[in-house]
Each structure stands twice: as structure tokens, then as C-alpha cells.
């Protein structure tokens, strides 16, 4: 009968609380109710009467159930028992509102016939599952001790989906190809190879269409091998999970747990699912890929939570993602896939947009503003020329050709490889690129926000200071340190022996193959193996006969061991103040003494200034008796305290100096309080000079602050301290709303919403997690942060060459225009004839513009700030630049055209060595192009580009063919050149050069920009 | 000259988000100490809604963890979560590490020779003053109004009225005959009410405040306020909201009710946030030592004296006083005595009034009560003493 409920219930499955706030009234949302009479009629009779229920009336028109009862049984249970009668009587969970807020929005994905399961799967039912008992949880899962049987857990599967996370869409290969032609340029090309087809010039066409075809399978090659590059990476996931089915312990394939198995939780296991602890021994989990906090988080089953509980203090829960540190215990899926926490987060991600890049917007309108200005001096050349009489079609050549030469269609093409080549030098120095415009963004970067955990350090524990009352020892990777010297540090203090025991036996850590332990227990373990102990000879030399573990009324660990001659060896290490009340006497350089008041103040003293100096401690003491019960608590030997940290990367304020020169300001993002974070900062000058004030943003809660408050703070701020990685999002919008280019590191389930925010969204190749990779546009895959360093300069260095290239493909393009277009001012025999035009266009637009995209990194390319996102590529300033240059190469051109005019007479030998002329001025140009801060005068200061001499040799190679070899010159129509018109054309090819690079040194040496 | 006339001082509760600041960079100065005695601290607050600004400016091997000290202030004034949370507010630090010089050493056994080679660092004119009008020896109206004060933040504490925000202001006019306290012309308080769900109505405020606050203020007095006194409570009217939701605040915007109540000069800077080796702060406590031995001694009924610093100078470049009239000797003479009995030197002043080793002295907070206390007036400061006024009276 109630099955009526679950048939109607396409848009909800669950019961839902309209109203519960006036005493003695609840009204319930049922799905299925409307127009449902039956229904109705029998909620109504079956509710009424029951247990204090005075009336329970049911609209089939608004789906209500509306319950009174007697207001006086109003303590506040009275609607939860209600509540809980409903869902045993319709079978549907209650959901309240704040929990089907958080419910993943479901996307109306067009069925594809790849995937054609996506929406047809029964959704999961969404509970507040860290607020019931465990034993509650099993019955809403109808699971049991044996786990499902093997039926059930199949039946499950094809009704909820495999315990899969939804991919992230990628772009197919036509996608990419398509991509290529919608551009602008493109577009004026193919009208041009139209006309020209129109008009009868099929050579000419085909030129047109293998100039498009070639640049867009060049941009279509290079995009495709980056994505290949980057969807090559891997994924790292476990690939099987271990769970109860019919009451056997097995291991099943990861994507065949389903809600209601039982999970076993060992250490190191990975977590398959979110589940809900049913039993638990000491059990300790790694929530960093979902919280980001990397101290392990204590589980307990018998913990109940609130409504409102945060997910990283839901104790009696385990989430999918995270991995057992420690400990052991059993867990009853909840949710798998989609429906984990992990998974909400990964559609969260897919909310999130990021921003377009800075030189998509720039190389699209240049592209459109081009095509147009190009199309308006085609177009008046071409009136011009009817007006002074030229015939028709021979006009119409000249200006299809004008603007195929005029439109720098080399331009995305350049753009497209020089990216793709950059991607490929990155990808060799370990900088993978996942977004192609990344590689730009990255030359733009100005504030780059680190995550402290697992970027800036390690996330791991490391001993680093040992101090016993006899001596002060700090732990470095290289070693042991007294003051500066490095030392042995058994020789310099005699109780750092037995305590180096104490740490190796009042110990759980293996450091075999498979590591277990939390990180603390491995670090003290480290440290001893590093001070020379032999770790399982003395595990197995002094047996453990019995373990006190830290528990919330003692807190440190006891474990009692046997020695060889019979008696009891006790070894203790926990919180310093409380071992040290334990404590009767101390171990003064191995001699036992009796442990003075002044001794303990010291202790205790030393104990605040290691926790001042945001470390670790742990206090550690021994005893030796004839019992195993024999050590009185109250008699132990006090050896020493031992700090840890999780250290820093060495060489990170190196790298955070190195940002600084290049002007850009850093963010240190931390979980940590903030005095740790400032010790932190001070180590890696993230203040930049010394003295300047170092600006902490401390906020558990971001997200109460108005964003706009928080853009307007964030400006100074060096650290954001106790901050949760969901703020990180929170942070990058700020910055980018105080107008910042943001670079993010994080590596995180969390991280992802931020890492797809940022402009540059940084991860780490080997420790990212899938989410965090697959958003991110750079992943750096030697996990080192460095690398970032050689991006930034790469990045930048790119987006120089494509200005060079921009540069030179432009101010060359003008030259042609003005030569043109003086020739039809001044009338007669057209100076360059098309073929002449269009040739020019093939040597010296693409060859050169390539060559100079592969400029090495200038030298100063580190030391500039880094450049502003909103200015154009080409500025207006350079605009005139590009005018002045090109004029004066023009000037060159016609000189040489006057002269053999005044020799030879209007016809073909002027245009001949004009031509000529033109073709060589423009392939030194490109050397005018390599810098706008250095000219070929300081040839020694900057660094060689042999590509460009190869192109430009080459080029010239063909132009003097073109002169030689008769078929050309016949396709040509060129004239022949004398020895002394040769001169002629080499002084009008060369001195624009000079003179061009003479003006730069000028505007230089007064201080203009050139 | 007018010798009958009114007075009026006016003083802030510790939830006023002036004084909150005070107390804040107090906390984080005696945080400094409570680590290490010598260090050199200068820190400021400021607070808007939810947002809290430090900047603090230090040399001490201390690590204070200054959001959290300020966290715990907050929290211990008890603002309604929705007035302030000191949990979820956001706070924003500026620190500027500067290395220790000179002047950041252990005063405490410091010889006359070496106090001599530590110079002051800042230029200030610092006042310090004491009259006849109480025991303690300060001016009556301000005496009186930061009592109120005090008595608002008790009641609050123990919890006698409910709807009581901790942010109220205090103001008590004091009719003076003859150069004298003669009667209580009026008193103004305004309180911020919180929504307890029923708004407590006028009289109901008026008589909860006769009840609790004014009548045990006036309980012991000489004067008390008779029926021609003007009692006025939230003349805007009720204040549903109070605290750093509606107000913003700023360390050093309270000093006149810090001194003494604008009934003496007082020196613009604010003592708060400072740490013992800045004249600012010392020089005023030095000032008022001095002040109060004098009257103490019986030598005048109120006396003022000022004190002048020049960076570079390791004592005062001026030391002057007034008695306005009512010295029992000539005002020259008692200087001679003052400077022959009393050291201005910055050291001395550390030294001699235990400025260095006052926090670990009180069990680790100090400094952060005087905002609440009152700098002057109070027992226990080491500079409300007057055992100098026996020697300053032969």
C-alpha cells in the first residue's frame, strides 16, 4: 500500500518539514500525496489517534500532511516522533531543509550513448547521518553485521550507480579543429579567397587556402598533444576496496561498493565511500584531501552530532578520499559516487568558471580590428585605382592581394605555436600545462597564493630540536647540531641514548615498506633510526608486554618491555607537563639525579618556548625496575623533550625572494594559528625587505565577512591564518576582485572550486588529487615548487616572443600597405605587382615571425614587474611605433625605387629592385623585433637565436633564387639587377635597420620608451 | 576668576569599542611581557563590525599569538554573538619586527650610570595631577563617572539586569562652590539594551539602573545626589543595538576618561598599547606618582605637574608644576623638593615603578586591566603610592 508513496515520487523521494514552529502542529511535505486520495485517506486514519496525535488531516492538492497534537506534549520531541512514525509509515526518509540545500544539483545531461546510465540511476537518499545512531543507520540501510549479501549489493548497484565520480568532460578532436577557424583573420582570408575565386585567380586561391589550412592543423596539432599530455598523467585512486558481504571478509573492485556494505578500516586502507562508523578502535583518519588539515583526525563511533556540525568534526563519519592512519574499525556505507562529500565537491567545481584569459580577449580583438582596417584600405585602394582609371579586374588582384599581405594571418598561427612550443620547453622542465592559455596567464601572475601544508612544506612530521636538561640539540636533514657544530649525538649527551629507546619502543610506527603510523610516531622513529638504532633488533630484544595508550584522562603512552636480564623496562612519551609530574628524577648526561624544582622549572620553560615556536612536543621518560608493574608512576627518569614540525621545503625563501624580484606579491594560505604562521612567514621573508610589516588575515570564518570588505583587505595581507581550504575560493575572488592576476597552489579535494577560480589554478603532479589535477592549468610534475619559478619566466618570455612576433608580422605588413598605397597615389605602373605581393607575404611573414617566437628569455625577464593584464599587446604608443618603423622602410624601398626609376624608367626594373629592396628591409626588421630594452648594437648582452638566423638566411636564400632562377623570376616578372643596383638595394634593405635601432638607442638613452 | 561653576566628566563602560581596543593592545603588551620583560612593544586596535585591525611593532624574543589574545578579550567582555562573535570575527595584523636596541635590557638593577646612557625615543609632554576632591586623590566628576562605569560592568557581570549590554557610557556633572565638590548636578547614562524578548520599558530601566548601579556608586559618599539632580538615562532612547555592530573603536580615543577627566591637562597620547620603555606611558605614571605624593604630602590641594621629553635626552628637558594658588609653600620650592626626591629618567622610571616586571608580577595581566580600571585611582599601581610624601614633606 505505501508503495503508492515511492511511485510519485519522480521529484522527490523524501519527506520534507514545512512548518514545525508553533507548538503542537507539524506540517510534512509528502511526496506522491498530490491527488492521491487513497494515500491521503490512509495517512489520515492510520496517523489519527496515535500516541497524542489529535488530528492529522492531508491536502492532496499541496501535498501537505498537517499532524496537531495535544500542545502541552510539546517538549520538542513530540515533532521528531512524529517525524520518525512517518518515515516507518511511508518509508521515505526525513530530510530537513538545510541538508536538501546541500543536495547536488542535478544536471538534465542530454543522453550520450557512451554513458547511458547517467540518468537513469535512483538517486541516493541524503540523511543527516552524523546525527543518528548507528544502529539507526543500519536499519534505514537495512544492512546488517554480515554486511549485504551479494544479491542485495548488486541489486543496489544497478538501482543507485557504480561508486564512481563523474569525469570531467573533455574536448573532442573536432572541437579542437573547429576551434582553429573562429577566428577573425581566418574569416577575412576566406572572403578573400572567395573574391579571388569569384575573379578566376585559382592560384591565388590555393595560396589563401594553404596559408588557413596550415596554421589551423599547426594550432589543432599542438592543442591536441597538450591534452594528450596532460589526460596521460594517470590516475593514482586504489583500485579495490575491502568490505563484509555475506558475512566474509573481501576485497571488490572499488567501483562496486554500495551504500549499505559494510567497510573494513585498517591503516592505510583507503576510504571507498562515505560511511558511518559502527565500530572503532583508536581509529585515526587523514582528511587532508578533503579538509586540508594534515594532523590525522580522531574517529569515534559512539560520537552523535548535531545538525549543524562541520563535516571535519562528524566523528562517527569516514569520508570517500580520505585514508586510515591509524587504528582500526568498521563503517556502513552511506553514500558512494556522486552523492559523497567528495563528489559534491567535484560538481561544485564544475560551477565554479574561470575567467578568460587575458590574450584570448586581445589576439580576438586585434585579430577583428585588423580585419577591418585591413579591409578599409583594401577597399580604398582598390576606389582609388578605379577613380584613376586602372582596369577592374587588375584592381581586384592588387587588393585581394593587399590583403592577404595586410592581414597578419600568420598571427594565431604564431600565437597558437608559440604556446604549443612553449608548452613542450615547459613540459621538459617539468611544468605541465593543462589550459593552453595558461601559458600567457602564468607572464601576467601577480600575487600568487601558497598553500603552507604539502607546498611549502613537506606534510610530514620531522624531529627538529632534542633538548635534555644537559644539552640543546637541533635535528637538521644533514644531521645532529650542537650550536653550530654538527656532532654525534650520543657522545655529547648520555641520556639521548635511552631516550632515542623510549621513542623506538613507546612507538607503533613501521618504517618498512608499507609505512603505518601517524606522522608523529613516524617522525620519532625517524629521528632515532637517524641517531643509529637498530630498530627491530631492539623491538625484538626487549619484547612489549603491555601498552597504556594516550587516552583522554592520561595524556601520554606507556609501554612496559622486557630486558634480556629479567627486569622491566617502562618507557613513557606524551604531553611534557604531565610525564614530567611522573618524573622523580632526571638523566643528567646519563646520570640519573634527583629532578631539583629549579630542573623542572627549566623543563617547563623550554616546553613554552618550543610550543611558542609553534613545534610539537612531547615529552619523553623511562624506568627500570624489577616488575613489570614495579615502575610507581610516580618514579620515572626524566629524559628530554622532543619538538617536531612539518618543516619547510628547503630553498622556499629563496623562491619567495625570487617572486619578490619579479614583482610578484605572495600569500601564504594556513590551518595554523596565526603565531605559527608568522614564525612561518618571518622564516621565508614573505615580507619582502626586512621591516617592512608582515599583514596576517586571521579568520576562522570568511565567509561571514562581506566579500567586498575582504577584497578591500586582502591588498596588504602577506598570510591568511585558520583559514579551511573551502575559504581558499573565498580568498582568490577577493584578490581578483581588488583587480590582481591570481595564481593558486593546492593539491586537495577542496582546492578545486579555488584552483579553477584562480587564473592560474597550480597543483602538484604527484600528490594532487584527481580533482585538484584535473582543474588545474599548471601541474607541476617534479612536485616541486620551484618549477614555478621557471613557468612564471617561460610564461613570460612567451608572451614576449608573440609581442616580437606580433611586432615584427605588423610593422612589415604596414610597409607593404604604404608602398601600395603610394604607388596608386601616385598613379602609373604599380610598384609591387600581386605575385610580388604575395610572395613577400610567404618568406617573411611566417619563418621569421616563428623564429622570433623562439627567442630565448631575455636576461631581465625575472626582474621586471610582471605586466599589466589590461593593456593591449599592441598599445596605442606602439601603434605609432609600428608606423614610424614601417615608414622608414618604406622610405628605404621607394628610395630604391626612385633611384632605378630616375635610371631605368618606370616599368619593371624599379619595381624589380624596389621589391627586392622591400623583401630584405623587412627580414632584417625581424632583428628590430628581438627587444624593445636591447638593439643589435648590444649584440653582447644578450643571448644568440640561431632559429632567426637560419629563417632569415633562408629566407634570403629564396628571395636571391627568386632573382636567379628564371621560372621564379618569370612567375615573379622581375627585371635584372646590376652589381650597382645590387648596392642600391642592399643600402635601402640595411639602413632602416640602423636607423630604426639608432632611434631605439635614443629614446632609450633619454628615458622614452622605445 | 569663576570659582563656582559645573564640571562635567564622562567614561565608557569595558564593552565600548573604544575601550575594547584599549584593553586589546594592552592585552597584547602585557602578552609581550608575560614572555619577556624587556621587550619593546607599541601595538594599536581598531575595530568595525566584524573586522578587527592590529598593527603591532615590536622587538622581543616573545611569539605572541596576538588574533587569539585579542579573540579572548573579546569574548571576555561577552557580547551577544550577533553583536559580535569574537570566534567568527575576522582579524587583520600588521607586525613590524624590529631588532632590540639599547633600551630593551633589564631595568631592574640598573646603577645611576648606566640609566643615564638610555635616552628616551620619543618627543611627549606628559602631565600628572592630584586633588583633594577623594581618598584616592583624583577629581571628583571623573572619579565619580568612571565608578558608574565600573558599576554598569558589574552589575552586567552578575547578571542583576538581564537586557544590560556591556557598551554604555557614563557622565556626572559636579557643581563646584568655591573651587570645591559641593553637590551632584547631574548624571547621564546611556545603556545599550539587548533584546531579551521583552523590551524592558523606562521606568523599568530607570528604576533597574537607581537600584543596581547609581544608589551602590553613591552609597558611601559625602556627596550624594540629592532631589534637585538631574538623572537622565538613554535620553536617545533605547538602544537596541549596542557594541562594535553600530560603533566603531580606536585604541587611544578614551584618554581624557583614562586621566583625569579633562579637570587637568592631559598629554594627547594614548597609554595604552605601549610598552614600559615608551615616555608616553611612563612619564604620565611618573607624573602622577609625583602629583599625588605632593598633595599626599600635604604640601597643596591639587597639584599638576608636567614633565617635557626631547629625544636623545635621558631625563626630562623640563620639569614644571602648579598648585593654582593652593600650595602651603611657595610652588618653586616644592619643585626643588620634587626633584630632589623623584627620578624622571626614562630608566628610572622603569626601574623604580617595576613598569618591566608588573605582568609576570600579576600573574600575566596587568597592563590589560587598567583600561577598565582606570590607569589613575585604582589600588595596587605601583604609582598610587605615597611613600614619598613623607620625604616630600620636610
Known amino acids: 500500500m505505501m508503495n503508492a508513496a515511492t511511485q510519485h515520487n519522480n521529484a522527490q523521494n523524501y519527506l520534507q518539514i514545512v512548518h514545525d514552529r508553533v507548538a503542537g502542529r507539524i506540517r510534512v511535505k509528502v511526496p506522491g500525496l498530490y491527488r492521491n486520495e487513497r494515500l491521503c485517506a490512509n495517512l489520515e486514519s492510520r496517523l489519527a489517534g496515535r500516541d497524542g496525535i489529535r488530528l492529522a488531516h492531508a491536502n492532496t492538492l499541496t501535498s501537505n500532511l498537517l499532524v496537531e497534537y495535544a500542545a502541552s506534549l510539546d517538549t520538542g520531541e513530540m515533532p521528531q516522533h512524529i517525524a520518525r512514525l512517518l518515515e516507518q509509515e511511508l518509508g521515505l526518509p526525513l530530510v530537513s531543509d538545510i541538508e536538501s540545500i546541500d543536495r547536488p544539483t542535478r ?106 589550412m596550415v596554421n589551423s592543423v599547426i594550432g589543432y596539432v599542438t592543442e591536441r598533444t597538450a591534452e594528450k599530455t596532460i589526460n596521460a598523467l594517470g590516475q593514482l585512486t586504489p583500485e579495490s576496496a575491502i568490505v563484509i558481504r555475506d558475512g566474509k571478509t573481501q576485497e571488490i573492485p572499488l567501483p562496486d561498493v554500495a551504500p549499505g556494505d559494510l567497510l573494513v578500516l ?66 556502513i556505507a552511506v553514500a558512494t559516487g556522486r552523492y559523497t562529500e567528495i563528489g559534491k565537491i567535484q560538481q561544485l567545481v564544475g560551477e565554479a568558471k574561470a575567467p578568460e584569459t ?326 621565508l621573508g614573505l615580507n619582502g625587505v626586512q621591516g617592512k610589516s608582515l599583514e596576517i588575515i586571521d579568520s576562522g570564518h570568511l565567509e561571514k565577512l562581506d566579500p567586498s570588505v575582504l577584497a578591500g583587505l586582502v591588498g596588504q595581507a602577506a598570510i591568511f591564518s585558520r583559514v579551511s581550504p573551502a575559504h581558499k575560493l573565498r580568498i582568490v575572488e577577493a584578490l581578483q576582485r581588488s583587480g590582481k592576476v591570481v595564481a593558486m597552489t593546492g593539491d586537495g579535494v577542496n582546492d578545486g572550486p579555488a584552483l579553477k577560480a584562480a587564473n592560474i589554478g597550480v597543483t602538484l603532479g604527484e600528490k594532487g588529487t584527481d580533482v585538484a589535477r584535473s582543474v588545474a592549468d599548471v601541474i ?43 604607388s596608386v597615389v601616385l598613379g602609373g605602373a604599380e610598384i609591387l605587382n600581386p605575385m610580388q605581393l604575395l610572395w613577400i607575404n610567404l618568406i617573411t611573414d611566417i619563418f621569421p615571425a616563428l623564429a622570433l617566437a623562439l627567442d630565448p628569455p631575455e636576461a631581465d625577464v625575472l626582474k621586471r614587474p610582471p605586466r599589466d593584464p589590461n593593456a593591449a599587446i599592441v598599445s596605442r604608443s606602439d601603434y605609432a611605433k609600428l608606423i614610424r618603423e614601417s615608414s622608414i622602410i618604406t622610405a628605404g624601398a621607394l628610395g630604391v625605387y626612385g633611384y632605378s626609376r630616375l635610371r631605368y624608367g618606370p616599368g619593371q626594373n624599379a619595381g624589380t629592385h624596389a621589391f627586392m629592396s622591400l623583401t630584405f628591409a623587412q627580414l632584417l626588421h625581424a632583428y628590430r623585433c628581438r627587444s624593445e630594452h636591447s638593439s643589435i648594437f648590444d649584440a653582447k648582452s644578450r643571448p644568440a637565436n640561431r632559429y632567426l638566423d637560419s629563417a632569415i638566411g633562408l629566407s634570403a636564400l629564396m628571395q636571391a633564387l627568386a632573382a636567379a632562377w628564371p621560372p621564379l623570376r618569370g612567375l615573379l616578372r622581375l627585371g635584372p639587377i646590376t652589381a650597382a643596383d645590387m648596392i642600391a638595394i642592399l643600402a635601402g634593405a640595411g639602413l632602416p635597420l640602423l636607423v630604426n635601432e639608432a632611434i631605439k638607442g635614443i629614446n632609450k638613452n633619454i628615458g622614452l620608451s622605445t | 576668576m ?57 622587538a622581543s624574543e616573545a611569539i605572541v599569538d596576538m588574533p587569539e589574545l585579542a579573540r579572548t578579550v573579546i569574548k571576555g567582555v561577552g557580547y551577544r554573538p550577533e553583536d559580535f562573535d569574537a570566534a567568527e570575527c575576522t582579524v587583520v595584523s600588521s607586525h613590524i619586527e624590529q631588532t632590540k636596541s639599547p633600551r630593551d635590557i633589564v631595568f631592574a638593577d640598573l646603577e645611576d650610570d648606566q640609566i643615564d646612557r638610555i635616552s628616551v625615543a620619543h618627543q611627549t609632554t606628559v602631565f600628572g595631577y592630584a586633588c583633594r576632591h577623594t581618598p584616592e586623590l583624583m577629581p571628583l566628576p571623573i572619579s565619580l563617572a568612571n565608578r558608574l562605569a565600573r558599576q554598569l560592568s558589574q552589575t552586567r557581570r552578575d547578571a542583576d539586569i538581564a537586557y544590560l549590554s556591556p557598551d554604555c557610557t557614563s557622565q556626572v556633572g559636579v557643581e563646584f562652590v568655591n573651587d570645591g565638590p559641593s553637590r551632584i548636578d547631574s548624571i547621564t547614562l546611556v545603556i545599550g539594551c539587548e533584546d531579551t524578548g521583552s523590551p524592558p520599558g523606562f521606568a523599568r530601566i530607570e528604576e533597574d539602573l537607581r537600584h543596581y548601579v547609581i544608589n551602590p556608586v553613591f552609597k558611601n559618599a559625602p556627596i550624594k545626589p540629592d532631589n534637585l539632580t538631574r538623572i537622565t538615562i538613554n535620553p536617545n532612547g533605547p538602544y537596541r543595538r549596542s557594541g562594535p555592530a553600530t560603533h566603531s573603536g580606536m585604541t587611544g580615543r578614551k584618554t581624557d576618561s583614562d586621566t583625569y577627566g579633562s579637570f587637568a591637562r592631559h598629554c594627547g597620547a594614548a597609554l595604552s598599547g605601549k610598552g614600559p620603555s615608551r615616555i608616553d606611558r611612563a612619564g604620565a605614571y611618573a607624573a602622577r606618582y609625583a602629583a599625588k605624593n605632593i598633595v599626599a604630602a600635604g604640601l597643596a590641594e591639587q597639584c599638576e605637574v608636567q614633565l617635557s621629553y626631547s629625544i636623545g635626552f635621558p631625563g626630562p628637558v623640563s620639569v614644571c608644576l602648579t598648585t593654582k594658588g593652593t600650595g602651603v609653600i611657595d610652588d618653586m620650592e616644592i619643585r626643588k623638593r620634587l626633584l630632589r626626591h623623584f627620578d624622571f629618567r626614562l630608566g628610572a622610571i622603569i626601574r623604580d615603578l617595576k613598569l618591566q616586571e608588573l605582568t609576570q608580577s600579576h600573574c600575566g595581566a596587568f597592563y590589560q586591566k587598567l583600561p577598565a580600571n582606570g590607569h589613575f585611582g585604582a589600588d595596587g599601581l605601583p604609582w598610587e603610592r605615597t611613600d614619598k610624601a613623607g620625604l616630600l614633606a620636610c
Open chain 1, 780 to 822: 607541476l610534475a617534479d612536485d616541486d615548487l620551484q618549477t614555478m619559478v621557471t613557468a612564471i619566466r617561460e610564461g613570460r618570455a612567451i608572451y614576449d616572443n608573440i609581442g616580437k612576433s606580433l611586432h615584427f608580422l605588423l610593422s612589415t605588413n604596414l610597409s607593404e600597405i604604404e608602398v601600395m598605397l603610394v
Open chain 2, 2 to 58: 569663576i570659582t563656582d561653576f559645573v564640571f562635567t566628566s564622562q567614561s565608557v563602560t569595558e564593552g565600548h569599542p573604544d575601550r575594547l581596543c584599549d584593553t586589546i593592545s594592552d592585552a597584547i603588551v602585557d602578552g609581550f611581557l608575560r614572555q619577556d620583560q624587556t621587550s619593546a612593544i607599541t601595538a594599536e586596535c581598531a575595530l568595525s563590525k566584524n573586522v578587527l585591525f592590529l598593527a603591532a611593532r615590536f
Open chain 1, 107 to 212: 544536471k538534465r545531461v542530454p543522453r550520450k550513448r557512451r554513458r547511458p546510465e547517467a540518468t537513469q540511476y535512483q538517486e541516493q537518499p541524503l540523511r543527516l547521518w552524523h546525527t543518528l545512531s548507528g544502529t539507526r543507520v543500519v536499519d534505514f540501510l537495512q544492512g546488517s553485521k554480515q554486511g549485504l549479501t551479494e544479491e542485495m549489493a548488486a541489486q543496489r548497484l544497478s538501482q543507485y550507480g557504480a561508486n564512481v565520480l563523474s569525469e570531467q568532460a573533455r574536448r573532442s578532436s573536432w572541437q579542437i579543429f573547429l576551434a582553429q577557424f573562429m577566428s577573425a583573420p581566418v574569416a577575412m582570408l576566406g572572403v578573400s579567397a572567395a573574391v579571388s575565386l569569384a575573379t578566376g585567380g585559382v592560384a591565388d586561391t590555393a595560396v589563401i587556402v594553404s596559408v588557413v
Open chain 1, 266 to 331: 585498517s591503516p592505510g586502507a583507503y576510504i571507498p565511500a562515505d560511511a558511518r562508523l559502527l565500530a572503532s578502535h583508536r581509529l585515526t583518519v587523514d582528511e587532508s584531501p578533503l579538509t586540508g588539515e594534515s594532523l590525522p583526525v580522531a574517529k569515534n563511533h559512539e560520537y552523535l552530532g548535531e545538525e549543524g556540525t562541520a563535516l571535519g568534526d562528524r566523528q562517527n563519519m569516514v569520508y570517500m578520499g580520505t585514508t586510515v592512519s591509524g587504528g582500526d574499525g568498521r563503517a
Open chain 1, 358 to 683: 587575458p590574450m584570448q580577449k586581445q589576439i580576438d580583438d586585434m585579430g577583428r580590428q585588423l580585419a577591418l582596417l585591413s579591409s578599409g584600405i583594401c577597399v580604398s585602394v582598390f576606389a582609388i585605382g578605379l577613380l584613376r582609371g586602372r582596369p577592374l579586374t587588375q584592381m581586384l588582384m592588387s587588393a585581394i592581394s593587399l590583403a592577404v599581405a595586410a592581414v597578419p594571418e600568420g598571427l594565431p598561427a604564431v600565437a597558437t605555436t608559440t604556446l604549443a612550443l612553449g608548452i613542450r620547453e615547459m613540459k621538459r622542465r617539468k611544468v605541465l600545462i593543462r589550459q593552453l592559455p595558461a601559458v600567457e596567464n602564468l607572464g601576467s601572475v601577480q600575487v600568487i597564493c601558497l598553500d603552507k601544508t604539502g607546498t611549502l612544506t613537506l606534510n610530514q612530521m620531522s624531529v627538529v630540536t632534542l633538548q635534555t636538561l644537559h644539552a640543546d640539540i637541533k635535528v637538521k636533514p644533514q644531521g645532529f647540531y650542537h650550536g653550530n657544530a654538527k656532532i654525534d649525538p650520543y657522545r655529547i649527551d648520555g641520556a639521548l641514548q635511552p631516550m632515542m629507546e623510549v621513542l623506538v619502543l613507546c612507538n607503533e610506527a613501521t618504517l618498512a615498506e608499507k609505512e603505518t603510523g601517524s606522522p608523529t610516531e613516524k617522525a620519532l622513529l625517524q629521528v632515532a633510526i637517524d641517531a643509529g638504532e637498530d630498530v627491530q633488533f631492539l623491538r625484538k630484544d626487549r619484547p612489549p608486554l603491555k601498552v597504556d595508550y594516550r587516552a583522554e584522562d592520561r595524556p601520554y603512552m606507556i609501554s612496559v618491555h622486557a630486558l634480556a636480564d629479567g627486569r622491566f623496562f617502562s618507557a613513557v612519551k606524551g604531553s611534557p607537563a604531565e610525564v614530567l609530574e611522573l618524573c622523580q628524577k632526571c638523566s643528567i648526561d646519563g646520570r640519573v639525579e634527583d629532578l631539583s624544582e629549579d630542573r623542572r622549572k627549566t623543563v617547563l620553560t623550554g616546553n613554552e618556548r618550543l610550543g611558542a615556536d609553534a613545534l610539537r612536543v612531547l615529552g619523553v621518560a623511562y624506568c627500570i625496575s624489577g616488575e613489570a608493574d614495579g615502575c610507581k608512576r610516580r618514579e620515572l627518569t626524566w629524559l628530554g623533550l622532543v619538538g617536531m614540525e612539518d618543516v619547510l621545503r628547503p630553498g622556499m625563501a629563496e623562491l619567495v625572494a625570487e617572486f619578490h624580484q619579479a614583482g610578484i606579491e605572495t600569500v601564504m594560505i594556513t590551518g595554523d594559528q596565526s603565531s605559527t604562521a608568522y614564525s612561518v612567514g618571518k622564516r
